[in-house]
């Protein structure tokens, strides 16, 4: 069973089960972003707002293990505090549709991420960041493949990871 995300430019993003090889594996997810650069306070931290959001998970999810989910990122943000260290958070909400009506639940995302290597050609900047994804306070993803694209003023984040037992 395969699982195809619908984006739109809503910032909904909606996950379909189809025949065919699997995309992600049991547990997994893949988030994709796009930023745009807002400064924050002073010189203290830079804030890059969510233009666009993309969430898929893999079968027998913990936050949607039918993978009949629609998400969407409220409020979304990266924030850079410190060199090396961003922050991503926001608040998901996750919709499913059955025969009682449409359903959501809200989550807080919380992902701590720090740079470990970074790559400049052609003055496009990627970062290869680690660390982990947690949504409200039960659930958490250890991020085992992930990028942060600087191309002038728009960024593009990836993230891909295994939910932790």
């Known amino acids: 069973m395969r699982n195809q995300s619908i984006p739109s430019t809503d910032n909904k993003v909606y996950v379909i089960p189809e025949n065919g090889s699997q995309l992600l594996k049991e547990k ?16 203290f931290s830079t804030t890059y707002p969510v233009e666009s959001f993309e969430f898929m998970i893999g079968p027998k999810s913990t936050i949607c293990p ?8 409220e409020d ?14 926001g608040v998901m909400k996750i919709s499913t549709q059955d025969e009682d009506g449409k359903k959501s639940k809200f989550m807080d995302v919380d992902a701590d991420l720090k740079v470990g290597e ?6 496009i900047k990627t970062e290869k960041l680690g660390g982990y994804l947690d949504l409200w306070t039960s659930i958490s993803y250890r991020i085992i493949n992930s990028s942060l ?3 002038e003023d728009k960024l593009s984040l990836s993230l891909k990871g295994s939910e932790v037992k």
Request: charged share 20%; glycine share 12%.
């Open 76 to 89: 979304g943000s990266l924030w850079s505090f410190n060199a090396g260290e961003y922050t991503f958070g």
């Open 118 to 123: 970074i790559l400049e050609k052609n003055g």
């Open 149 to 151: 694209i600087t191309d």
């Open 28 to 43: 997994e997810f893949s988030m994709t972003t796009t930023l745009s650069e807002n400064k924050g306070l002073g010189n």
């Open 66 to 73: 039918e993978n009949n989910c629609e998400f969407e990122i």
